[in-house]
């Protein structure tokens, strides 16, 4: 029992206290017809509500106009957000239905959608359509990664554990693969080769596949005045046959994500009809769907004859039911920025000395001396973090907004430090290094598989409205170091290989770090014969930085000691803003 204050007065409802379903299962498990009812129902009546007077704006029906819209505009789908089925007592029994057994209920919601669109669309207007089309559901769920809103936490990849097959989950991600999309049939039409007898076959989404009969039962429908029919006498009829499209998307682990020293996790995706074609490697995405496993061996190969069904080990996927994409926008990843935050924000902005205050919480603890250049390399490495706006000029043209910046020195001079700090700091970030990367590693590979070639994106690809850190970038090849021109100014990258003819969007800002050819600065020789670079490269660099091992006691003797006071536990040099809350600055300013 639960009780609920509305209007001034206190309603006694019985239902579930937790987002996830009530303990019990005989008041919500309802039959089909009676699922299909209520549904429709709700569909018809979901109103608006009004914080400020508590009632229901009648003239505002969200799903019934909604539906109504999408349909005379030609797109037969429907957005249901699961937070709106908690608002009744028939909306908790939907919603706990579709949690425990989307498989089941979720066709039967398109069904009654089918029927929504004789009573809805093709009975107020005539020129719609007089076959009812196949009607979409799309879900959503509005929640974050810490839980702090919404009714459903995602998931992430690694914690989808075999309790969860044949539920309904939310995961996020980065798209790192997506295939061709491909016509499956929705309906099959079968036609018995001995009596011309039609039967028609349903395929469920997915990567189920159909069962073929073995027998006809058209002679006993003609009560057995034909012969009878043999074995498999069934052919397809493909001129009959209902398609629709079907795309497979591999989903991978969020960098920031991942647990130090695994490798990152992934998982395929299946869309089909309305979403299909709307992502492209590097986007990040909010899933959710149906935790799918089944025989088949990676979507296609099946096991047949004697051993089917008699497969242990499963193929896992997620069949789609509603995404939420977002290219490249760092704020709809695990980051988010309360409201208490951005208040807070506004008063920072107000302050006459924020610049100097941003420029000190860029890596306290590499302390800086008059006599380097630490104190410049913080300023640059804070534009680039905050970064610029994009211009685009009345010719079309696009001047980018993103700085590149190359950190050349002696060795031991915090380089890598300010990667990494730029690494933890950035909401969307990828660090690689030079020795470690290849030029398909930092921009796009093509790889074949067996329905053909895929493409898959690259360090460059998956950091989009993020930064690259790249250390020890003299050690990159030659090769490889070209294959990213174009991705540094143009921040784009041309694909015209094995049949695909593509672009992808790398805007990211690059923050490399360097030695010089013979590991380090050397003070008699000229600094451009020391720099082992190509002129070409140098140019793609906005700023770059000369980080000596300056030879002078006094900083030596500062060094050493604010090193001991690190180690020793003492404070570093003191932040006006909170480490921990600058990457919810960074997405504050981005959105502004």
Avoid: W
Avoid at 75 to 95: A, Q
Avoid at 115 to 121: I, K, T
Avoid at 305 to 332: D, E, F
Avoid at 526 to 547: G, K, P
């Amino acid at each position: 029992m639960s009780m609920f204050q509305e209007d001034g007065t206190i309603r006694v409802i019985e239902g579930p206290e937790k987002a996830d379903g009530p303990a019990h299962d005989g008041d919500y498990r309802v039959a089909a017809n009676v699922f299909i009812s209520k549904f429709k129902k709700f569909v018809r009546e979901f109103a608006y509500n009004n914080p400020s007077s508590g009632k229901e704006n009648v003239s505002t029906l969200k799903y019934r106009e909604q539906f109504q819209q999408n349909c005379r505009a030609g797109n037969y789908k429907i957005d249901l957000s699961l937070n709106d089925l908690s608002t009744s007592e028939d909306g908790e029994i939907l919603r706990y239905n579709m949690l425990t057994s989307p498989t089941e209920f979720v066709p039967l919601c398109e069904r009654a959608l089918q029927e929504l669109y004789y009573e809805l669309v093709r009975k107020e207007d005539e020129t719609m359509p007089e076959k009812a089309p196949v009607v979409q559901l799309e879900l959503k769920s509005d929640a974050d990664l810490d839980g702090t809103f919404g009714n459903m936490k995602p998931r992430m990849i690694r914690d989808l554990t075999s309790d969860q097959v044949e539920r309904l989950v939310v995961i996020q991600g980065i798209v790192t693969s997506v295939k061709m999309p491909r016509d499956k049939a929705r309906k099959i039409i079968l036609r018995c080769s001995n009596c011309e007898n039609f039967k028609e076959i349903t395929v469920p989404p997915g990567f189920a596949a159909a069962h073929v009969p073995s027998a006809c039962d058209g002679n006993a429908i003609r009560a057995g005045n034909l012969e009878k029919c043999p074995s498999n006498p069934f052919t397809v009829v493909s001129e009959l046959c209902e398609m629709e499209g079907d795309q497979l998307i591999k989903l991978q682990e969020l960098p920031e994500h991942v647990p130090v020293g695994e490798m990152p996790r992934s998982i395929d995706l299946c869309t089909h009809l309305y979403g299909v074609d709307i992502c492209t490697p590097g986007t990040r995405l909010t899933c959710i769907g149906i935790l799918c496993a089944t025989e088949q061996n990676s979507g296609e190969r099946m096991s047949a004859g004697r051993n089917q069904g008699t497969n242990t080990v499963k193929y896992s996927y997620v069949q789609v039911l509603g995404m939420q994409t977002a290219q490249g926008a760092p704020g709809t990843g695990a980051v988010q920025v309360t409201p208490e935050e951005e208040e807070r924000f506004e008063q920072l902005a107000k302050d006459p000395d924020i610049r100097n205050m941003i420029y000190k919480s860029i890596a306290p603890a590499i302390v800086a001396s008059s006599k380097d250049v630490i104190d410049d390399v913080k300023k640059a490495v804070a534009c680039l973090l905050f970064g610029g706006s994009r211009k685009r000029l009345p010719d079309g043209h696009r001047m980018r907004g993103d700085i590149n910046i190359l950190l050349l020195g002696d060795p031991g001079t915090a380089k890598s430090q300010f990667l990494k700090f730029a690494h933890n700091a950035a909401p969307v970030a990828v660090y690689t290094s030079g020795k470690g990367s290849s030029a398909a590693g930092l921009t796009a590979a093509i790889t074949k598989d067996g329905d053909g070639f895929t493409l898959e994106g690259g360090a460059m690809v998956l950091a989009d409205s993020g930064i690259v850190c790249i250390d020890e970038f003299d050690k990159m090849d030659v090769k490889d170091r070209v294959a990213i021109h174009e991705a540094m100014e143009q921040q784009t990258i041309s694909i015209a290989k094995a049949g695909i003819t593509t672009m992808l969007n790398t805007r990211c800002s690059v923050l490399a770090a360097a030695n010089p050819r013979f590991g380090s600065y050397d003070d008699l020789a000229n600094t451009a014969d020391q720099m082992d670079f190509e002129t070409t490269i140098l140019s793609r660099f906005d700023m770059m930085f000369l980080v000596k091992d300056v030879r002078d006691e006094d900083r030596d003797y500062n060094l050493a000691k604010h090193l001991l006071s690190l180690h020793s536990g003492g404070s570093q040099q003191q932040e006006d803003i909170d480490l921990q809350k600058l990457p919810q600055v960074l997405i504050y300013v981005q959105r502004g």
